[in-house]
């Protein structure tokens, strides 16, 4: 298919709690993107940064940075920021510029140093950020509108917090097989009830951390691909990176209210299933040809809501899908092979590439220990703050 | 800080959105600028109370304090509050508050109805932050 790019190399520096620069684990992710590519760095053409906001000035501009550290060398340089999106949108943008001729070959790089505890906005009186006005005004952070979203779907699909917990059984599983993982340690279910509750129905395990973390991919054109002998390489086939329609009547971070309805019929589709749905179009299949899932598991219940989100059950049926074991290894759709967020915690700019590495492991059959068998489609799913959609399909 | 967000006093404190006069498209927080319906060639948006009782979208707490913007006091233990996001009817939109003081998680459910009550967000020596707060229906406290 002519709107395929090729991804050449994944990398990746482990996350966790490592108190250095984003640059470093930037660098090294890069480097090891170059080498599993066995590609020099001055072969690249072109680099895309996903943009690291804390830590200084609001936005890093991370491609020239990264371009820096690794040694200036005249490629082309973009950097992005969509919050959780940002690094869907800098694949975007390397998949443009290599369709559009401008580049053969393209790193992509993200990654961030995260503070401790709760994510903030920037200091400042700043009315005009909904960001800001909603830790103001309400002290809503991150996990109460998880909590919002996993009390709903108790009220209305019958979800269980034995469902929840399940969900980070499953994921801190993974996670326990993935050297990049930060936390490697299966978790049971009591150690899931046995946690404190951050916000209510909602406990710490049923929570992602905050993490440091890098991911980096070299992308490239197939026939640049098929000249450095990989005659099949793994592929980008879809990157969506949709807004939402309007009226968006599903309360979202970091709004204070929904849009209202009282004039427009909203679309019976809600906007993290736009997301799905538009890259799925894009690559021309659907939910019964993936082979693995990597979606943005902020919390446990989130998870289940993107089962349905992505068309890998009906509406209200993402726990009944889980008790089946249909998203665990081994399962007919296998969700966050990688551990997910459960096991790395968000490293913001890096978090969407790292899913992408992960689809590209998988697809070459490059997993290890958390291997999916005869894997050959894969999706990424994600959502940035303000309203960025972030989907990847890969193919192999 | 949110100039124009609610007015009124006790039975008459409500939350200020703005309508669309073409489309009448609601808007909280209001929405001065442009109607953002975007098949609205665009109108004049009127200031507009909305509706005091709504149905509870969904609930939570917050059992650890929060950082700042929010404002809390650190030499006191944290008291957690809860949240509510409450559907309001006519406007058919979500509109997220806390609670008042000393509702907790187990006093609520979703679809119960609650009503709009004026609440202190904060206060210092020289101002008190008026704020809107969800108190379910039946309640004095």
């Known amino acids: ?396 | 800080m949110v100039t124009g967000w609610f007015a009124g006093d006790g039975d008459d404190f409500t939350l200020l959105g703005t309508r669309c006069s073409a489309c009448a498209a609601v808007f909280f927080p209001r929405e001065d600028g442009c109607c953002r319906n975007p098949g609205c060639a665009g109108g004049d948006l009127a200031e507009i109370p909305l509706s005091r009782r709504g149905r509870v979208w969904s609930y939570t707490d917050s059992r650890y304090r929060p950082p700042s913007p929010y404002v809390t006091d650190p030499e006191l233990p944290w008291e957690p509050y809860t949240l509510i996001a409450v559907e309001l009817a006519a406007e058919r939109i979500v509109v997220l508050g806390q609670a008042v003081p000393g509702v907790t998680v187990a006093d609520l459910s979703v679809g119960a109805e609650v009503e709009l009550v004026p609440g202190v967000l904060h206060e210092d020596g020289e101002t008190v932050w008026t704020t809107w707060r969800w108190r379910p229906t039946g309640v004095t406290a």
């Open chain 1, 1 to 396: 298919m002519t709107g395929d790019v090729a991804v050449l190399g994944a990398g990746m520096h482990p996350w966790g709690k490592w108190g250095r620069g984003f640059v470093e684990y930037g660098v090294a992710a890069a480097r090891a993107a170059l080498a599993d590519a066995g590609l020099g760095w001055r072969e690249v053409g072109s680099i895309v940064g996903a943009d690291t906001v804390r830590g200084g000035y609001p936005g890093h501009v991370a491609g020239a940075t990264f371009a820096k550290a690794l040694g200036w060398q005249g490629a082309r340089v973009t950097s992005v920021y969509a919050a959780c999106a940002s690094g869907a949108q800098a694949v975007a943008a390397a998949r443009a510029q290599i369709l559009a001729g401008l580049a053969e070959v393209v790193l992509v790089v993200g990654a961030d140093a995260a503070p401790k505890g709760f994510f903030r906005p920037a200091g400042g009186d700043r009315p005009d950020d909904p960001d800001w006005l909603r830790f103001r005004v309400l002290g809503a952070t991150n996990p109460t509108y998880f909590g919002l979203y996993a009390r709903r779907r108790m009220a209305v699909h019958g979800d269980t917090l034995e469902d929840f917990a399940q969900v980070k059984v499953k994921n801190s599983a993974m996670g326990a097989l993935n050297p990049y993982a930060r936390y490697r340690k299966r978790v049971g279910a009591e150690e899931v009830a046995a946690s404190a509750v951050v916000a209510d129905p909602l406990r710490l395990l049923d929570i992602c951390a905050t993490s440091d973390g890098g991911a980096a991919l070299v992308l490239s054109s197939v026939e640049f691909a098929r000249g450095r002998g990989a005659a099949e390489p793994v592929r980008i086939r879809a990157v969506s990176t949709v807004t939402p329609t309007y009226p968006n009547t599903v309360l979202d971070l970091p709004d204070i209210a929904t849009d209202s309805a009282a004039a427009v019929e909203p679309a019976a589709e809600t906007f993290r299933a736009s997301i799905a749905r538009a890259a799925y179009e894009e690559a021309g299949l659907g939910p019964e040809d993936l082979s693995l899932a990597e979606v943005y598991d902020l919390s446990t219940a989130l998870e289940l809501q993107w089962y349905e989100d992505l068309g890998l059950c009906g509406e209200g049926e993402g726990a009944k899908l889980l008790r089946e074991g249909a998203t665990a290894p081994g399962g007919r759709i296998p969700v966050n092979t990688s551990g997910g967020l459960a096991s790395f915690g968000e490293a913001v700019p890096a978090q969407a590439i790292a899913q992408v590495c992960e689809l590209t492991w998988q697809l070459r059959g490059e997993a290890g220990d958390r291997q999916i068998e005869h894997a050959r489609v894969g999706i990424t799913a994600n959502q940035g703050l303000f309203g960025h959609g972030s989907a990847v399909v890969a193919v192999r």
